[in-house]
């Protein structure tokens, strides 16, 4: 079943005000982000990078991990009042409009 941003911002917020108690303070969801991107990093650099995986390392899903990232992003939105699906659209027209050419023309990815 596909999900909108925006079903992801509702049932997120019900989560928390249910199961979760209550929102962490944006300054400790922000800390939480940067440590669940840290586990994808580790996860892409052993993956697909040069370094190996660890024991402990063998059983990580580097989905689940994506989906906790998107989880406190989407924790932090909700928290700041920014709805993910206009913020994302306002993004892709500036993107677009911004990099019509921008990647064509660059000879380093041609």
């Known amino acids: 079943m596909s999900k909108t941003l925006e079903q992801a911002q509702a049932e997120v917020d019900q989560w928390i005000k249910t199961v979760g108690v209550r929102y962490f303070n944006e300054l400790t969801n922000t800390a ?6 840290g586990e994808v990093a ?4 052993r993956k697909y990078g ?3 995986f660890k024991k402990s390392d063998e059983s990580v899903d580097l989905a689940d991990e994506m989906a906790d990232v998107l989880w406190v992003l989407i924790c932090l939105a909700n928290q700041t009042g920014i709805n993910l699906t206009e913020a994302f659209e ?3 027209a500036k ?3 911004r990099d019509a050419d ?3 023309e660059n000879p380093k990815i041609s």
């Open 42 to 45: 580790r996860i892409m650099a």
């Open 95 to 97: 993107k677009t409009q």
């Open 102 to 104: 921008r990647h064509k």
């Open 32 to 37: 939480i982000l940067m440590e669940e991107v």
């Open 50 to 52: 040069e370094q190996s």
């Open 90 to 92: 306002r993004n892709m």
